[in-house]
């Protein structure tokens, strides 16, 4: 990151969190006493500061799922992201939150390593015109609603015709994501510093096409057929819209679109915090 003597940064907080609260504005008189500017908003609110031109980076005091929300606002800019962990986990917002000032100053500094992850890009077309569009973090699931009914589509790959698949639905996750609902209904998981797409069908119909994994660059089109039943396309597991028959969802990978500051939670301790790695004795260390 390009060294200044003044930085302007962006300080978003977790909704209803008194702590993190309290934090910010401690936070943002830290930084105006040592000659930067801080700008202040809640996390979800729709707000024209995450367009400011002069931007360095943004400190998110939340958990996890806010700093999803924030990352994929942010993603089309690549602004950089330190997260204040408010959460449970911390995968995501890995600084716990006394420890603030040494992981600041550090990406005032520039000493922070920045870690890059690709993002998905989604539109999603209705009777030719594009009704919505956005990032997605770790995954786009089209699936079904509340009724035990499959759901319909035709799949092309780069405007190839891959398969008419019949199921629960559908999701196409980042490496990133992997390790989520992919990897639950069946997907691999991957490293998630790769550059690649995971396309994991949910319960097919007949076990027709199996979870498979392409490179970033592919363009992934799924149409919503006749006969389907309600369905909705859901977004990070935060956000959620309801699919018409013929909608076309279009997805496919915007790598380098999210960054996050510092050193993050190593992969294998992540998979052994969420079960996937299970140590067996004491040995073996190096």
């Known amino acids: 990151m390009e060294q200044r003597q003044s930085r302007h940064i962006l300080l978003v907080c977790k909704a209803h969190n008194r702590r993190a609260a309290v934090l910010e504005r401690e936070m943002a008189a830290w930084l105006e006493q040592r000659g930067h500017r801080a700008s202040c908003l809640v996390a979800g609110e729709d707000s024209p500061l995450y367009e400011l031109p002069d931007l360095d980076f943004a400190v998110v005091l939340g958990g996890d799922g806010t700093m999803l929300g924030v990352a994929r606002r942010v993603a089309r800019r690549r602004l950089p992201l330190l997260g204040i962990n408010f959460g449970r986990v911390g995968y995501l917002a890995d600084v716990q939150p006394e420890n603030w000032r040494q992981g600041l100053t550090e990406c005032l ?3 922070a390593p920045v870690r890059s992850h690709m993002a998905l890009h989604w539109e999603l077309r209705r009777k030719g015109e594009i009704v919505s569009e956005g990032s997605a973090i770790n ?6 609603a509340a009724l035990a009914r499959l759901v319909s589509m035709d799949i092309c790959v780069d405007k190839r015709h891959m398969c008419t698949l019949r199921s629960d ?8 994501g992997s390790s ?13 510093s790769l550059e690649a797409l995971v396309f994991t069908p949910i319960c097919p119909f007949l076990n027709t096409i199996p979870p498979m994994v392409f490179p970033c660059d592919r363009h992934f089109r799924m149409e919503l057929l006749p006969g389907t039943t309600e369905s909705y396309l859901t977004v990070d597991g935060q956000e959620g819209e309801l699919l018409e028959v013929g909608d076309l969802l279009d997805v496919t990978g915007d790598v380098g679109a999210v960054r996050f500051l510092g050193s993050g939670t190593p992969f294998f301790e992540r998979l052994r915090t969420r079960g996937f790695v299970t140590p067996v004795g004491t040995g073996g260390k190096m």
């Open 109 to 111: 500094d520039g000493r």
């Open 169 to 176: 639905g559908v999701l196409i996750s980042t490496p990133l």
């Open 139 to 144: 995954d786009v699931v089209l699936s079904r």
């Open 180 to 192: 989520g609902y992919s990897v639950s209904a069946g997907g691999p998981l991957l490293h998630p």
